[in-house]
Each structure stands twice: as C-alpha cells, then as structure tokens.
C-alpha cells in the first residue's frame, strides 16, 4: 500500500531524512516510533504530499505522491500532531467543509459525516461549536475529519499525545475498527507499549534512518536476539536457578519479586525444552509465560541517544 | 451549483462571516459613521449654501464628501478584512490541513479573496441608500455612481490582494496587517509625494514645458484613479484634470501636451484601474506560488 525508497528530506546541511526505505501492507497498523526531531513528522508530511522530498520516492497504492499529488490525495487522510480547527464552525459543518474541499457530493458527505461521527462517539455533538468540545472529542473530530473523503491509507501524527488514559482508549478503539474496516494506518507515537500493542509491524527511526523494521515480536529477537520468561515456582528457587543456568540457551536468570526472569536465545522449540527440563527434574513450576515486547527497551538501546524525550 | 464553480472556503466562510451578530454590528458601524459624517455635512452645507446655491452644487458637493468617505473607509477596512486570511490559517494550523485536500492552493486563495470581498461589496451595497440622497439634489446620474462603485471594487480587488499576499509572506497576521496598512499609505500618500517630486524634478528641467507627464507611481494610487473620476463627473474635462490639480497644489509647471500613445490616452482612472488590477493578478499568482506546498521541488532522483 505504502512504499518509500530512499527518501532524503535536507534544510540546508541538516538531513531530516537519510535515505529512508520502508513499506507498510494493505490493511496493516505501521507504528513509527521515535524521539522528537528523529523525523517522524518530515516524513509524514512528506507522505502527506506536504513537503518536497529532497530526493526519493513515495508510492502510495502505486499512485507516485509527487507526480500525481492530488490523485494521492485521495487516498490519503492526513492527521497532524496538531488539531487544527476551526472555532466558529460547527461540528457538522466542520466534516462538511472538509469533505467538500476533497470533492465528495453534497448528500454523500452528509452521509458519511454522520457515519463518521457515530464511529468516534460524537454523532450527540454535530450540532456543538468545535470550541466547545473536550479536547479528546476534537481529536476524535480530527480523526473523522481525515476520513471524511474515505481514503485507504491513514497518516496520524502522534494522535494520543496529551490525551488522558481514557481518551488514548478510546483512540485505539477507534483504530482497531478502522484496521477491521480494512484501512491501513501509518501511526507514529512515543508511546511504545501502546504502540506495541496495537501495531502490526514497528519502524523504530532515529537521526532520519529508519533504524529497524519489522513486527514487534521480530525485532525484539533481531535487536536483542533473546526471548524473556518468566516463571514462578512454588519452592527450590536455587536448584531452578542452578538448572536454567546449565541450559545453552540461557543468557541470563534474573530473580525477581518470587519469580525468575530468563533471557535465553532461540525458538519456541528452545523455549519447551526448557521448561521440559525444569519439570522433569521436579522443579514445582506453576507458572511459565513469555513477556510481552519491551520495546521501549530495545527503542533506548537501538536509539541510544540518552537525552531523548520518551 | 456547477461544481467548477464551487469553492468550499468561499462558501465556508461566507456562512461564518454573517453568523452571529458580528457582520450585523459592521455593516450598522459603518452605514452609521457615513449616515453621522454625512449629516454633519449636510447641516454646513444647507445652511451656509442653500441660499446662494443651486441644488446642483450642493448635491455634488455631496455626492464628492460621501464618495471619498467610502473610499477612505474602504482602504481602511480592507486588509483588515484580508491581512489575516492566510496567516490565521497558519496559527489556527489549518492551512496544511487545506493544502492537503484536493482544493488547488489558487483556489484556497481565490475563496479567501472573494469572501472579503464579498464583505466589501455588502458594505458598498447598503451604502446605496445614502448615496441615493444625491438625488434629492440632482446633478449626478446613477451611472455615475455604478461607475463609482466599480471603481470601489477594483480598489477593494487590488488593496485586498496586497493584504493576501502579506498574510502568505508572513507567518503573524499582526505583522502582515501592519505591513499591509503601511503599503496602503505609501500607496495613498507616499506615491502623491514621490509624484509631484517626480514631476517638479521633469519640469524644472524644462522651462516651458510642452509634453504630457505623469509619474508612472501615480497609476498605482488608488486614490488619484479616485480624484481624476470624481473631477470627470464633477465636470472638470481636462483630460489630465487631477494632474492639474495637482500641478497647482504643489507648484509645479501645467504641462501642456497632448497624451502620447494608447495608454495616456485612457482616462486617468482607467488606467489606474488596469495597472492596479494586473498588480493585483500578480501579487494572488505570487502568493499561490509561496503556499503551494512543493514550491521547493528539488528533486535529485
């Protein structure tokens, strides 16, 4: 759906960009994840057909952006990391304006404006002034807005940023349904485990250079090149210590609040060895679970730069 | 509506512009400040000149303090009305917003163009009324204020292009009104300095001056467009009326030649009218030009 090669974004000697590559799948949830000024907005913008590349190519859908912008454009719903409204507009209005600047019929935007405002939970709001509205609600708004001209491919801007627990919820909710309606979004955010979350594949980007790419579960082992479990067992925490630390693919055991944190290299296959050999040796072990990606941890080491803002 | 001819901003910001009581308070404020101007007039003019005048003169002089009332109100209202159409974009972040639909940036400028304008024109419009007062006195024809009001148009187009292009050029619509206002007094007043300077400086040169001068700053005052109209419908024929004006004003020598080519020989405010509509072409082609969003398409690859 969304192929980038070789993008390079410069301002003079700064390189925003350094020969970026990335592709996202049809009906996939991307996730760019990056420190501030790593140009994750330069990019987007770019995508957007916002800003000229320096050099490089953008294919959205096989449409290139920069030859045939406003063909692009329609398959695209921007969303920056702003909300961008206006105040003297209503609601309905507001959808309304959007959906005629991108050319869709009077009665087919009416149509999905009301659609759209069921789908983020504001259709009790279209009469309201977009001043009024909470700012989860104008974000919610911002989000339908970039989908009034039902594009396939979305670009959202950091969009949970500044929300409360409950509205970061409720903007997940919304893009779960969106990825059920078959739309693929290219998100970016600084929320990693919310990103790790609802993310099909992850970009990690730092300096410009798309740094690693891939699913969550992919580069948690190509980064670190270890899968973590956990395990608790009822008693003989030092001969299941002492057992796991025999074990080849054991890098590391950690002991942690009652239960033991292993760091070990391989498969799946490795992982039933091990706990294979930690029951055949009568080690009580009740409770055996894989952790879940930390990526922030793999974003520090990858990103290194120790400063960044997370 | 054809669809070509449909434009979402114009549209959009019609119906927010009249919303509310704001547009309303305007258009009273305004009628207002001509009705009170005009009645003080009228209350000097009727008792000092009804007796030794004709109707006609009072009418005229009339119709002059209310046609230059308006254009002073319009040069004021006008980048006050454009100054900010781009830049608040920019600091409500809604212009990439607008830049990334299907609307071309010419058409974003056009609709923000017109919308003011449209303002202008409602103002103008409720204007008649008063200027209808004219009437009562005779001596000036209604086509003579259609003409006049045309004039206001072209005016509005070419001062409200300038506030566009500042309020592209600038990022703080604070910054683009100031400038605007300031281009507005060069324009206005600056240019008639320049002018005469020009024209003292061309005549002094010559003792007994026998060709036709004008400066070419003046073509681009709105105001002396104004001047040379009104002294037209005023019954001063001199082809270069406002020039002699002028010339008596600020002491400089009458030249006394004829008009050279096609162009002298438009009437003054024509002329004025073509140069300042084709500046204003100039300055919207300019200004799609600096928001479109590939301005600086430098691609290697």
């Known amino acids: 759906m969304l192929v980038v090669r070789d993008l390079v974004k410069k301002y003079?000697?700064?390189?925003?960009?350094?020969?970026?590559?990335?592709?996202?799948?049809?009906?996939?949830?991307?996730?760019?994840?990056?420190?501030?000024?790593?140009?994750?907005?330069?990019?987007?913008?770019?995508?957007?057909?916002?800003?000229?590349?320096?050099?490089?190519?953008?294919?959205?859908?096989?449409?290139?952006?920069?030859?045939?912008?406003?063909?692009?454009?329609?398959?695209?719903?921007?969303?920056?990391?702003?909300?961008?409204?206006?105040?003297?507009l209503k609601v309905m209005e507001y959808l309304d304006f959007y959906g005629s600047a991108y050319g869709v019929e009077y009665r087919e935007r009416r149509r999905i404006a009301e659609e759209l405002l069921e789908l983020v939970d504001l259709s009790d709001k279209k009469d309201a002034y977009v001043d009024t509205l909470s700012r989860g609600m104008k974000q919610r708004l911002c989000l339908a807005r970039c989908l009034?001209?039902?594009?396939?491919?979305?670009?959202?801007?950091?969009?949970?940023?500044?929300?409360?627990?409950?509205?970061?919820?409720?903007?997940k909710a919304i893009l779960k349904e969106l990825k059920r309606m078959g739309k693929t979004i290219l998100i970016s955010s600084h929320i990693l485990p919310e990103m790790a979350e609802i993310c099909d594949s992850v970009g990690i980007i730092d300096r410009g250079r798309l740094v690693v790419q891939g699913s969550v579960e992919q580069i948690m082992q190509r980064m670190t090149g270890r899968i973590v479990v956990r395990i608790r067992v009822l008693r003989d925490m030092d001969r299941a210590i002492s057992l796991l630390k025999e074990q080849p693919m054991v890098t590391g055991v950690v002991e942690e609040d009652?239960?033991?944190?292993?760091?070990?290299?391989?498969?799946?296959?490795?992982?039933w060895q091990l706990l294979r050999v930690l029951?055949?040796?009568?080690?009580?072990?009740?409770?055996?679970?894989?952790?879940?990606?930390?990526?922030?941890?793999i974003f520090m080491e990858v990103t290194s730069d120790e400063e960044m803002a997370l | 509506m054809k669809r070509w001819l449909y434009n979402p901003v114009l549209a959009s910001s019609l119906k927010t512009r009249m919303r509310g009581w704001r547009a309303a308070a305007?258009?009273?404020?305004?009628?207002?400040?001509?009705?009170?101007?005009?009645?003080?007039?009228?209350?000097?003019?009727?008792?000092?000149?009804?007796?030794?005048?004709?109707?006609?003169?009072?009418?005229?002089?009339?119709?002059?303090?209310?046609?230059?009332?308006?254009?002073?109100?319009?040069?004021?209202?006008?980048?006050?009305?454009?100054?900010?159409?781009?830049?608040?974009?920019?600091?409500?972040?809604?212009?990439?917003?607008?830049?990334?639909?299907?609307?071309?940036?010419?058409?974003?400028?056009?609709?923000?163009?017109?919308?003011?304008?449209?303002?202008?024109?409602?103002?103008?419009?409720?204007?008649?009324?008063?200027?209808s007062l004219v009437f009562l006195f005779g001596g000036i024809a209604p086509e003579d204020i259609a003409?006049?009001?045309?004039?206001?148009?072209?005016?509005?187009?070419?001062?409200?292009?300038i506030g566009i292009f500042y309020s592209v050029l600038f990022k703080r619509t604070v910054v683009s009104t100031v400038v605007s206002y300031i281009t507005i007094f060069f324009l206005g007043i600056v240019s008639v300095i320049l002018g005469v300077y020009l024209m003292s400086i061309h005549y002094s040169q010559i003792p007994r001056p026998s060709d036709y001068y004008v400066p070419l700053i003046f073509y681009i005052n709105p105001a002396i467009g104004l001047s040379d109209l009104l002294f037209r419908q005023a019954g001063v024929t001199a082809p270069n009326a406002y020039y002699g004006i002028l010339a008596w004003l600020f002491g400089v020598g009458l030249g006394s030649g004829s008009p050279q080519g096609w162009f002298q020989s438009l009437p003054l405010w024509i002329a004025n009218s073509v140069v300042m509509s084709g500046i204003a072409v100039l300055l919207l082609c300019a200004s799609t030009w600096l928001i479109r969003p590939y301005k600086r398409l430098g691609r290697k690859s």
């Open chain 2, 147 to 161: 003409m006049l009001f045309l004039f206001y148009i072209i005016t509005a187009f070419a001062v409200g292009s």
């Open chain 1, 279 to 297: 029951v055949s040796s009568d080690v009580p072990v009740v409770s055996f679970r894989q952790m879940e990606g930390n990526l922030e941890q």
């Open chain 1, 258 to 271: 009652q239960e033991l944190e292993v760091a070990c290299n391989g498969s799946e296959e490795d992982l």
């Open chain 2, 26 to 131: 305007a258009v009273t404020a305004y009628l207002g400040v001509m009705l009170f101007i005009a009645y003080i007039f009228f209350q000097i003019n009727l008792q000092s000149y009804m007796s030794i005048s004709s109707g006609r003169s009072v009418g005229l002089r009339v119709y002059l303090m209310l046609a230059i009332l308006q254009f002073a109100l319009i040069l004021l209202i006008t980048p006050a009305q454009t100054a900010g159409v781009i830049s608040s974009e920019r600091e409500m972040q809604t212009l990439d917003l607008l830049l990334c639909t299907k609307m071309s940036p010419f058409s974003i400028i056009i609709g923000k163009l017109l919308s003011s304008l449209a303002f202008i024109l409602l103002l103008i419009i409720s204007s008649i009324p008063l200027f």
């Open chain 1, 12 to 88: 003079g000697n700064f390189i925003a960009v350094d020969h970026l590559n990335m592709e996202v799948e049809r009906g996939q949830i991307f996730g760019f994840i990056g420190p501030n000024g790593a140009g994750k907005t330069t990019t987007m913008k770019i995508i957007a057909t916002l800003l000229a590349p320096t050099s490089g190519r953008v294919t959205v859908d096989g449409i290139d952006v920069f030859k045939e912008p406003i063909k692009a454009r329609e398959k695209i719903g921007y969303m920056p990391d702003f909300f961008g409204v206006y105040d003297n």
């Open chain 1, 148 to 171: 009034i001209h039902n594009p396939e491919l979305l670009i959202l801007d950091e969009p949970a940023s500044g929300m409360d627990p409950r509205a970061r919820a409720e903007i």
